[in-house]
């Protein structure tokens, strides 16, 4: 017959950990814990019915074989879940989740049940605090997130070109000086004038010249230039006119006089009656000997034109104008040759005369022309300095019996020799000479075609074998190799 388990109940009130005295198959209840548990093991060991429960808020334990109480789990959501992101309160799985926006965070939703819940950073503006950028010129970032100013001082460059750094949240002291005065209003800082005005030892040019001239203007008692520094007072009068200074003088009355025009300035005027010959420096006229008095009347004058300007009053000129009445009575020749010159007085004849094959001089309606004869004959040396000598003749006779050519080949880059031109239906050349090019080979050449020799070719063409000219030589006795 099989023997029937009971359950015993050992201890209760708060008691939470296992008992160790349970036999095998006695059940005990621990109801501080709320766990059952269960001798076992036939060495009075005590195993707990089911999954432990833990009663943990914090969840230390982090058991993988433990059950946690809804104490727990209530105190962790609400104490960590809800703290960190926002939620006020969660009442149930089927109930409703409050998400509150802090500051700089935004909040959206879209749909409803398994919807989408959006959580942003604001982007941040004058007036709303939110998320940004930092511009990397102005502003650094730490790793931790904390942003300084890249610049924490202002340059300040001055005309002496120095540097002066002043650091933000520094006083900065601006003063004029020299005539120039600052002052503020607000944000506004202005800078002018100071009511004592720039001295002169600050500016470029202090000084005015003042120049009387010769107009009879004085400048401080003198009508030389005046120096004046701005500041100076300058006392600008006239001067009184002499016999040899220009300036103002008073008007004689019993000469002269004024009348204001419609500008209100005086006009002086010579009085209707004129002026005395006894205030003029000349008041008589003379000719030929025979003196008037201005104003006066002379019918009969008793003067001789004739002997003072050779004319006769009647008949006009009486022969020749006598060369002591004239102011040049005659004109210099000069040479260009030997640099001589002459005299020739009026009246007198100047002959041109040419040399003979030389110079010829011919007079056409007045016109005197020099030049040179058809046929000339020159006794001395001809130079021509010019770099091409044409001469279009047919017989050219040369005393010399030996023909300098090439006189300046001081390099021998040229070549040497005769060239002539004929035509066998078409122009070509013929002609000996040495070749600078060809180790100075003399070459007996002709038909040569093209505009070769046109007066300034001083280089022999390309030969061929065909170009090779024939030289015929007669030896009628002597050594010849």
Aim: aromatic share 6%; with cysteine; net charge negative.
């Amino acid at each position: 017959m099989a023997r029937e388990s009971t359950i015993q109940i050992l201890y209760g009130g708060s008691t939470t950990g296992a008992p160790t005295d349970l036999s095998d198959g006695e059940l005990a209840y621990a109801h501080g814990s709320k766990n059952l548990f269960v001798g076992a093991g036939g060495n009075n060991t005590a195993v707990t019915v089911g999954a432990q429960i833990l009663d943990e808020d914090d969840f230390n334990s982090n058991s993988a074989t433990s059950l946690a109480s809804q104490q727990s789990i209530k105190t962790y959501v609400d104490n960590s879940i809800g703290a960190s992101a926002g939620v006020t309160s969660i009442e149930a799985l089927t109930g409703s989740v409050n998400v509150a926006a802090g500051l700089g965070i935004g909040i959206s939703t879209t749909g409803s049940g398994s919807g989408t819940l959006t959580i942003a950073g604001l982007t941040a503006t004058t007036s709303v605090v939110g998320v940004a950028k930092y511009n990397s010129d102005d502003f650094t970032v730490s790793a931790v997130g904390n942003v300084s100013l890249a610049n924490d001082a202002i340059n300040f460059i001055t005309d002496d070109t120095t540097t002066k750094i002043i650091g933000l949240g520094s006083n900065t002291f601006i003063s004029g000086t020299d005539g120039v005065a600052t002052s503020s209003s607000g944000n506004t800082l202005t800078f002018g004038l100071s009511n004592s005005g720039i001295p002169n030892s600050k500016l470029a040019n202090s000084n005015i010249n003042f120049s009387g001239g010769t107009g009879g203007v004085e400048i401080d008692g003198s009508t030389s230039t005046q120096v004046v520094q701005l500041g100076s007072t300058v006392t600008i009068g006239v001067t009184a006119a002499t016999a040899t200074q220009v300036g103002v003088a008073a008007f004689a009355a019993t000469d002269f006089a004024i009348a204001t025009d419609i500008s209100g300035y005086g006009t002086v005027n010579i009085k209707s009656g004129g002026v005395g010959n006894n205030q003029l420096a000349n008041s008589s006229v003379s000719f030929g000997g025979v003196s008037l008095n201005l104003g006066e009347t002379d019918a009969t004058p008793a003067f001789n034109l004739t002997d003072a300007t050779g004319l006769n009053p009647s008949t006009g000129i009486s022969g020749d104008i006598p060369s002591s009445k004239l102011d040049n009575s005659g004109f210099t020749v000069t040479t260009s040759t030997d640099s001589g010159s002459f005299s020739i007085g009026l009246g007198q004849s100047l002959g041109f005369t040419g040399t003979a094959n030389e110079i010829t001089v011919e007079e056409t309606a007045g016109n005197v022309q020099i030049g040179m004869p058809d046929n000339v004959t020159i006794s001395g040396d001809l130079t021509v300095n010019g770099t091409v000598t044409t001469i279009n003749t047919t017989t050219v006779l040369v005393e010399d019996s030996l023909m300098g050519l090439a006189h300046n080949n001081s390099a021998d880059s040229i070549d040497i020799g005769f060239v002539g031109q004929y035509n066998d239906g078409a122009i070509k050349y013929t002609g000996l000479a040495r070749d600078a090019n060809d180790s100075g080979k003399f070459k007996l050449f002709e038909d040569i075609s093209g505009a070769a020799y046109n007066g300034t070719d001083a280089t022999l063409p390309s030969m061929a074998s065909g170009n090779i000219a024939t030289l015929v030589c007669k030896v009628n006795a002597g050594t010849y190799s």
